[in-house]
């Protein structure tokens, strides 16, 4: 019965909130995120409340309770493709992102329920995934509560919360390798031939640099592009391979290219290949 009146308060606050929501703002601001991850994107929508000289964790978020991870409307997370987190692998689709906060560690949990005010209707029976995480003692505060994505790569990325003198991070990642591997393979039997796509992500990959090599010399002959810019990939798989002479030849060839076409960057990056030969 408690929990049923709670529910109901919760609701009836919801519905004030968005009647009033042109009169005056909320106390704590909505904030979206778009991050994009392999072929896909995370995108994050949640509430940031403020300290406002207020105990948060182990005070008014009382520690071994399921927080809503942020304020107003639990913080929805929607992927679409499938991603991992920690290691946990999670279809595409779109979640609530709820969390259990400790001392020394979170529990953070993937509900397959997304839309809920806040945690008060919250049910362990709808968890689609439970992992723990570190907790992280910040030295200074965070005043607004964060959620922000950093150390951002192709195929991996961290969700890191932070609030007043607390914090924790969740590693994802995606593994896209197969998929982008099918479609270079399958767009290499068309006409237009995506040379310049495909050198670039078997260089970055570290993949079969003998067809890097290949596609780039092809990328050459194509006038859409500016001539350094294959000369460049063009020397980079060269030292990849270990041909240092012929990379630097090359990378003199763009240097000369660039210079020519007043382009600086290029001029930069020949220049870098060529310092790294030399070594």
């Not at 560690?105 to 993937?110: G, M, Q």
């Not at 362990?124 to 964060?146: G, I, S």
């Not at 290499?188 to 640099?209: G, R, S």
């Amino acid at each position: 019965m408690k929990k049923l009146l709670i529910c109901a308060i919760a609701m009836m606050t919801f519905t004030a909130a968005n009647t009033f929501a042109q009169l005056t703002p909320q106390p704590s601001s909505t904030q979206s995120i778009v991050q994009d991850l392999g072929l896909g994107k995370i995108s994050l929508v949640y509430s940031r409340p403020d300290v406002r000289g207020r105990k948060i964790f182990g005070g008014m978020e009382p520690y071994g309770a399921v927080w809503r991870t942020g304020a107003n409307s639990a913080t929805v997370i929607k992927f679409t493709d499938e991603v991992s987190m920690e290691g946990n692998k999670i279809p595409a689709g779109e979640y609530g992102l709820f969390s259990i906060p400790g001392e020394n560690e979170w529990t953070i949990i993937i509900s397959k329920q997304p839309k809920q005010w806040g945690a008060y209707m919250y049910k362990e029976a709808d968890d689609f995934l439970r992992f723990k995480v570190k907790t992280e003692h910040l030295k200074t505060l965070t005043e607004t509560m964060t959620l922000a994505f950093t150390n951002v790569t192709t195929t991996t990325c961290d969700l890191q919360m932070m609030w007043e003198h607390s914090g924790f991070t969740i590693h994802m990642t995606t593994d896209i390798d197969a998929k982008v591997m099918a479609r270079i393979d399958s767009a290499m039997k068309t006409d237009k031939k995506p040379y310049y796509e495909a050198l670039i992500y078997y260089y970055n990959n570290n993949k079969d640099m003998d067809k890097a090599l290949a596609w780039a010399t092809e990328l050459e002959k194509d006038k859409n592009f500016p001539p350094f810019v294959p000369k460049l990939w063009k020397a980079r798989i060269l030292l990849r391979k270990g041909d240092k002479a012929a990379a630097i030849t090359t990378a003199q060839e763009g240097v000369k290219m660039a210079t020519d076409m007043k382009t600086d960057e290029y001029v930069r990056l020949n220049n870098e290949v060529i310092a790294q030969a030399k070594k």
